[in-house]
């Protein structure tokens, strides 16, 4: 008979990861990347990895990789210390019951369940997860809130080499100065690749009303979270006024957030991330919901490692209702990852690695070397 998967131990590392180049948000700059790796030991000896990761701080969600590693250590590994991976959504709702809010700290410990019983189960944790869809994903190229040369010359080489479209970081200035800005960096692009942008939440519904038509005739195509994640009116009206379609990040984290966001239309697409949800199968009920409702979503990263970023993927792979691609190019940004090989990107494509659990092993070198100090 196979094994239960008694869970004998849980273990956190913060490590520091260096990034190839800085990424600028709306109101931080990023220049490295630290995440909180997540091992799950059970009583055979089976490790399974999971990876919290917010992109650059605390200012996204209100986590940070410190405060997950204090709630993993703390409160979520003695709910599930003893128990058996074959019961992982009663341990997954465990944690619910306990422990509120903290979705990304979550995420993290559960990717780890989820790799070690796949692990024990001997297959790709997609197949656990109901098997492939698609082998691989496509890969949006994003670039930080930057000087139009700058961006434009990175995009540019990022579309040769594949990239079908890229995102771009806006908010970080003036909102009539960063759309002059995007103006002129997308009479470059957009006759070339998709642009998309990314406001984060900058902008209240009139400065949106006012100057998003202005970035649709620029030839962007595709606006992420141009209003704060509270204000589902602003989205509603604002996906009503543009022809190009309106993502939702921050205002898309719950399953309920999904029903919302759904009856009223307030969103085009979703981005679906299993970070800010927290885990797999949460967003496995977003993306359901999404499917349901005939809405498109879009595979979004949190700027994880090689690690977090096969979390991300291994789901997306499973889901039809993922028809608008992913922007899984943490691994790109870093100069260095944990896992034991890189992953496996090509033509602008994410492919799916075909080993048990989330497919690739750690490489404990790296871990140890870029492990932060107590
Ligand atoms: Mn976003």
Same mark, same amino acid.
């Given at each position: ?257 999904? @029903?919302?966001? #759904?009856? %009223?239309? +307030? &969103? ?5 991330? /299993?970070?800010?949800? =927290? $885990? @797999?199968?949460? #967003?496995? %009920?977003? +993306? &359901? ?5 005939? /809405?498109?979503?879009? =595979? $979004? ?74």
């Amino acid at each position: 008979m196979t094994s239960l998967g008694l869970i004998e131990s849980v273990r956190t590392t913060l490590v520091d990861l260096p990034l190839a180049r800085p990424h600028r948000f709306r109101d931080t700059t990023m220049v490295t990347q630290t995440v909180l790796l997540v091992r799950v030991r059970t009583d055979d000896g089976v490790v399974g990895a999971g990876e919290g990761a917010v992109p650059g701080g605390p200012w996204w969600s209100g986590e940070s990789v410190e405060t997950m590693k204090l709630i993993v250590d703390h409160y979520l590994a003695p709910l599930v210390v003893g128990g058996e991976l074959s019961r992982l959504p009663a341990l997954r709702a465990r944690m619910d019951r306990l422990v509120a809010a903290n979705e990304f700290a979550k995420c993290a410990l559960e990717t780890a369940l989820w790799d070690a019983w796949a692990r024990i189960l001997g297959v790709p944790l997609a197949s656990l997860l109901g098997g492939r869809f698609r082998d691989t994903i496509p890969v949006t190229w994003a670039i930080g809130a930057d000087d139009p040369d700058v961006v434009v010359e990175e995009a540019l080489a990022k579309a040769e080499s594949g990239h079908a479209s890229i995102k771009l970081k806006m908010g970080a200035q003036p909102p009539d100065a960063d759309v002059a800005r995007l103006e002129k960096i997308a009479a470059s692009l957009a006759p070339k690749t998709s642009v998309r942008v990314d406001l984060n939440g900058a902008w209240d519904l009139l400065t949106a009303t006012r100057l998003l038509p202005r970035l649709q005739d620029a030839g962007v195509d595709l606006v992420e979270q141009p209003s704060p994640a509270h204000d589902v009116d602003a989205l509603e009206r604002l996906a009503a006024l543009l022809r190009i379609p309106v993502m939702a990040d921050e205002s898309l984290r719950t399953d309920h957030d999904a @029903l919302v966001l #759904a009856a %009223r239309r +307030a &969103a085009d697409v979703f981005s679906l991330k /299993i970070g800010k949800s =927290g $885990g @797999l199968l949460a #967003a496995q %009920r977003i +993306a &359901a919901v999404a499917h349901a409702a005939g /809405i498109p979503c879009h =595979g $979004g990263t949190g700027i994880e490692s090689g690690l977090g970023t096969l979390a991300g993927a291994q789901l997306m792979c499973t889901l039809p209702a993922v028809t608008y691609g992913s922007e899984l190019f943490g691994p790109l940004l870093m100069a260095d990852d944990l896992l034991a090989e890189p992953l496996d990107y090509r033509d602008g494509l994410l492919h799916l690695p075909d080993g048990p659990g989330l497919g690739i092993d750690l490489d404990e070198d790296r871990i140890a070397h870029y492990a932060r100090g107590p």
